[in-house]
Nanobody, 122 residues
Framework: VQLQASGGGLVQAGGSLRLSCAASGRTFSRYAMGWFRQAPGKEREFVAAISWSGGSTYYADSVKGRFTISRDNAKNTVYLQMNSLKPEDTAVYYC????????????????WGQGTLVTVSS
């Protein structure tokens, strides 16, 4: 699976962005998907995940109620809608795919996109 993340940019605090992750290669619908982020000088952290069917989602406490993960298996794409953005959300955001159940542990994911930078100004 090849993953291509897009949609990052510069936004003011309180604003919104929608990230997309387009997949190609093996059957996208067989994979659970996750979004992770990495801020400068910090470790990569879990943001959100969604099951292969889209029927189950999970969020980090820091984004719960503000971010929404979704997927369109017909378009081989997973999305991350980010609302009420805060300066602490500034990071490079990565999408990842795993052939089993989703996880908050980045080490279990099989494939990674290249990352897209989100910058939230105060």
């Amino acid at each position: 699976v090849q993953l291509q993340a897009s949609g990052g940019g510069l936004v003011q605090a309180g604003g919104s962005l929608r990230l997309s992750c387009a997949a190609s290669g093996r059957t996208f619908s067989r994979y659970a998907m996750g979004w992770f982020r990495q801020a400068p000088g910090k470790e990569r952290e879990f943001v959100a995940a969604i099951s292969w069917s889209g029927g189950s989602t999970y969020y980090a406490d820091s984004v719960k109620g503000r971010f929404t993960i979704s997927r369109d298996n017909a378009k081989n794409t997973v999305y991350l809608q980010m609302n009420s953005l805060k300066p602490e959300d500034t990071a490079v955001y990565y999408c990842a795919a795993v052939s089993g159940d989703y996880s908050i542990n980045p080490r279990v994911y099989d494939y990674w996109g290249q990352g897209t930078l989100v910058t939230v100004s105060s």
